[in-house]
Nanobody, 121 residues
Framework: QVQVVESGGGSVQAGGSLRLSCVAS????????MGWFRQASGKEREGIGA???????NYAESVEGRFTISRDNVNNILYLQMDSLKPEDTGMYYC???????????????WGQGTQVTVSS
């Protein structure tokens, strides 16, 4: 059974940066895609980005150029580096396994409890 734990959220001012981390266990990191999605209060889930089994990344247009996904295969950690944060980036951020394309949230097979990101203007 896959278990996912996100961390690194917090409160920052607009223009600031945060780095989220995700540890997933109980799966084969060499065969699974992973990614991030978020959900703002009262809104639908929104895919942010994903990294596939070849290490290629894809991002939503809303975060392209500001967010970067990377993966530490040795320690089995997925990162989301978020720069130039905007108030509209506020929300609960989730790491998901089985997510190869950022829009395909319904294809994810496991995600964690999420970590809150709040960006003030």
């Amino acid at each position: 059974q896959v278990q996912v734990v996100e961390s690194g959220g917090g409160s920052v001012q607009a223009g600031g940066s945060l780095r989220l981390s995700c540890v997933a266990s109980g799966y084969s990191r060499n065969t699974y895609c992973m990614g991030w999605f978020r959900q703002a209060s009262g809104k639908e889930r929104e895919g942010i980005g994903a990294i596939d089994t070849d290490g290629d990344t894809n991002y939503a247009e809303s975060v392209e150029g500001r967010f970067t996904i990377s993966r530490d295969n040795v320690n089995n950690i997925l990162y989301l580096q978020m720069d130039s944060l905007k108030p509209e980036d506020t929300g609960m951020y989730y790491c998901a396994t089985g997510l190869c394309w950022y829009e395909a949230i319904n294809s994810a097979d496991a995600w964690g409890q999420g970590t809150q990101v709040t960006v003030s203007s």
